[in-house]
């Protein structure tokens, strides 16, 4: 994948994200590639961003891992791309989403913490546009329903213990940034209002706009 340009757009200082920057051609490299992880992406950068471990964002749910890909879905129907977790211990994440809604894939930074998120047209013009100018403005503001962030040393080891603590199959995080640990599936499906099936057959009733197809948050 090619690197990130930087976005146009300004970059006020009380943003969460202090650098945002754009790849182009998200869905069609990964059409031609047919599968890329985040490790790869990130190694490639021209930036140094150390990576000891992951954890995928969905709208509040964590699941942390050792790496994430993404991979180009040709057989379902639609055009379509997953990203699929190698997770900590025996859970099963990965996602499903419409290739179809104009996706963008962005790099984020701030002291201490890097992620990649990617966010559709779709959900943008929904949610974000009567707020924000730009895309670049609702990424910087943290405004996204999907991302990876990436940590390493301390802070991956207390990601890894935090999960290692739980047969939950992922934690979550309340609005306000703390984390919410159930104890087992029975716990966390309850917590998030859907069960493993219907998280699987439409992604937890998530609106169209958010493009996600299906996704499958599991402990065997």
């Known amino acids: 994948m090619s690197q990130p340009g930087p976005d146009s757009s300004p970059d006020p200082d009380d943003q ?12 069609n490299h990964l059409e031609n590639e047919g599968a890329f992880s985040v490790r790869e992406i990130i190694s490639n950068l021209d930036v140094e961003i150390p990576v000891d471990g992951i954890v995928f964002h969905d709208r509040g749910i964590r699941v942390p891992g050792y790496d994430a890909t993404f991979v180009h879905e040709p ?17 099963n994440a990965w996602a499903v989403f419409d290739a179809q809604l104009g996706w963008d894939l962005y790099l984020l930074r701030t002291e201490g913490v890097s992620a990649l998120a990617w966010v559709s047209d779709e959900e943008y013009k929904t949610e974000e546009a009567t707020h924000f100018r730009t895309k670049h403005d609702a990424l910087a503001a943290g405004r996204f329903s ?7 040393g301390s802070d991956w080891d207390e990601r890894v213990a935090r999960i290692e603590g739980t047969d939950a199959p992922a934690y979550l995080k309340r609005d306000d940034g703390t984390p919410v640990i159930p104890q087992n599936p029975s716990e966390f499906y309850d917590y998030i209002g859907s069960s493993a099936t219907e998280l699987r057959q439409t992604g937890g009733g998530a609106p169209p706009h958010l493009g996600i197809l299906e996704l499958e948050v599991t402990i065997n």
């Open 146 to 152: 999907f991302g990876v962030f990436c940590y390493s």
């Open 16 to 27: 969460p994200w202090d650098e945002v920057s754009r790849f182009p051609t998200f869905v």
């Open 75 to 91: 057989s379902r129907g639609r055009p379509a791309f997953s990203l699929e977790v190698d997770t900590v211990g025996p859970r």
